[in-house]
């Protein structure tokens, strides 16, 4: 079992950048498929951003396409979420989460999960 970390969050204007990162404690998660999903206040779960365990493949949400990148280092061991241009939209609990399941689209896709940092894009 891998556990996850994410550190990164605070306050940013809007139009600002912020990069997250996710780590894991005690064990190396080279083999597994990485994503980064929100919650907003009053709203489920989402889907952000994932990679595959080899980086070979990146996915993204339609409303962060162009805006965020995911990107990992496994000699480093950790995943980035590099955020840029944000809006208060994109204000919510940002969680890292893993699996090593071939689907890693959605929120049901992820086993694995941190506890989250919080992102606050001001107006």
């Known amino acids: 079992q891998v556990q996850l970390v994410e550190s990164g969050g605070g306050l940013v204007q809007a139009g600002g950048s912020l990069r997250l990162s996710c780590t894991t404690i005690g064990r190396s998660f080279r083999t597994y498929n990485i994503g980064w999903l929100r919650q907003a206040p009053g709203k489920e779960r989402e889907f952000v951003a994932s990679?595959?365990?080899?980086?070979?493949?990146?996915f993204y949400e339609d409303s962060v396409k162009g805006r965020f990148t995911i990107s990992r280092d496994n000699d480093g061991n950790v995943v980035y979420l590099q955020m840029n241009n944000l809006t208060p939209e994109d204000t919510a609990v940002y969680y890292c989460a893993g699996t090593l399941g071939d689907y890693f689209t959605t929120v049901d896709g992820f086993n694995y999960w941190g506890q989250g940092t919080q992102v606050t894009v001001s107006s």
């Open positions: 990679v595959s365990w080899n980086g070979r493949n990146t």
